[in-house]
């Protein structure tokens, strides 16, 4: 019913940036929190950073100042601009968001695929 698609990964060396893209479709009727993750080698999977509908932002304490998290509620996609990435940023990055479709009642958290990151000279 609903898909999201990221893009924008790839390789970068250390103190360079990326931008993070992810679109939902489908029988979208509204979506509420949007965010991303991620999931290193042998590591759980962990909060980047959310935004709201309303455009409020949280972010992990090892991403603050170098992340930004943004949406373009129109078009269903969030971003995030990752700057003065580091090699610890490598990982793979997961799109998050919870999405009412139609004739739901509640809203339904959706994961996209993934995309990698990697931060090496």
């Known amino acids: 019913q609903v898909q999201l698609v990221e893009s924008g990964g790839g390789l970068v060396q250390p103190g360079g940036s990326l931008r993070l893209s992810c679109t939902a479709s489908?029988?979208?009727?509204?979506?509420?929190?949007m965010g991303w993750y991620r999931q290193a080698p042998g590591k759980q999977r962990e909060l980047v950073a959310t935004?709201?509908?309303?455009?409020?932002?949280q972010y992990a304490d090892n991403v603050t100042g170098r992340f930004t998290i943004s949406r373009d509620n129109a078009k269903n996609t969030v971003y995030l601009q990752m700057n003065s990435l580091k090699p610890e940023d490598t990982a793979v990055y997961y799109c998050n968001a919870a999405v009412k479709v139609y004739f739901a009642v509640i809203y339904r958290d959706y994961w996209g695929q993934g995309t990698q990151v990697t931060v090496s000279s």
């Open positions: 489908g029988s979208i009727v509204s979506i509420n929190d």
């Open positions: 935004i709201s509908d309303g455009g409020s932002t």
